[in-house]
């Protein structure tokens, strides 16, 4: 399994932006699909999940309200919507992946994905 993240980038607080994650996989609807971030010096940190429907969503208390996670099982591809940005958005954003739950539960631990994309960086000035 193989995860590409892309769209990162600089903006204004306030501002937007859509980051993607393309998964080289068989079947998208075999994975759960998650979010984490990483700003410096922090641990990781849950942003959104996806369960493998795709009908049910979790968000950190942080990014509820500002941001949207969604799926394409025709591409390949989780998204993460990310308006309202404000500063301490700013980190290094991180897609995961994981088959072996069933399919409701949305895990939100780290240690609970087993494959992860290469990051993309996300900076937000004030």
């Known amino acids: 399994v193989q995860l590409q993240a892309s769209g990162g980038g600089l903006v204004q607080a306030g501002g937007f932006l859509r980051l993607s994650c393309v998964a080289s996989?068989?079947?998208?609807?075999?994975?759960?699909m998650g979010w984490f971030r990483q700003a410096p010096g922090q641990e990781h940190e849950f942003v959104a999940a996806i369960n493998k429907a795709g009908g049910r969503t979790n968000y950190a208390d942080s990014v509820q309200g500002r941001f949207a996670i969604s799926r394409d099982s025709a591409k390949k591809t989780v998204f993460l919507q990310m308006n309202s940005l404000i500063p301490e958005d700013t980190a290094v954003y991180y897609c995961a992946a994981v088959r072996r739950y069933i399919s409701g539960y949305i895990p939100r631990r780290r240690d609970e994905y087993d494959y992860w994309g290469q990051g993309t960086q996300v900076t937000v000035s004030s």
């Open positions: 996989v068989r079947a998208l609807s075999d994975f759960v």
